[in-house]
Nanobody, 127 residues
Framework: QVPLVESGGGLVQAGDSLRLSCIVS????????MGWFRQAPGKERESVSC???????????YYRNSVDGHFKIARDNAANTASLQMNGLKPDDTATYYC?????????????????WGQGTQVTVSS
């Protein structure tokens, strides 16, 4: 059973916005950190953003430099969801986006640190 399910991807034009959602199920504790990663064809998977558990500095967030100020990560533990609001999208943002979770107060920008993954959602940004 896959505990994470992403949605919200699509085909948009440069400058548009998308909001990705991640439903977390099957994890018996809400004390987990979340991450969003992306992978473009022929490239390695890279961290986009991550958010600590609420016990981890009150849900402190991190962003890769290229999306800082344009993307916003959030979590709603009551609803078992995480989201990634993406504004001002660029063609370079085209990739499959994945959400991931790990039982830790601190999130990580290393994809190997996450044991739980969603199936991914495709984001394509045309110029």
């Amino acid at each position: 059973q896959v505990p994470l399910v992403e949605s919200g991807g699509g085909l948009v034009q440069a400058g548009d916005s998308l909001r990705l959602s991640c439903i977390v199920s099957g994890l018996l504790s809400d004390d987990y950190a979340m991450g969003w990663f992306r992978q473009a064809p022929g490239k390695e998977r890279e961290s986009v953003s991550c958010i600590n558990s609420l016990d981890g500095d009150g849900g402190r967030t991190y962003y890769r430099n290229s999306v800082d100020g344009h993307f916003k990560i959030a979590r709603d533990n009551a609803a078992n969801t995480a989201s990634l609001q993406m504004n001002g999208l660029k063609p370079d943002d085209t990739a499959t986006y994945y959400c991931a979770a790990r039982f830790s107060t601190d999130c990580s920008r290393d994809f190997a640190a996450y044991p739980y993954w969603g199936q991914g959602t495709q984001v394509t940004v045309s110029s």
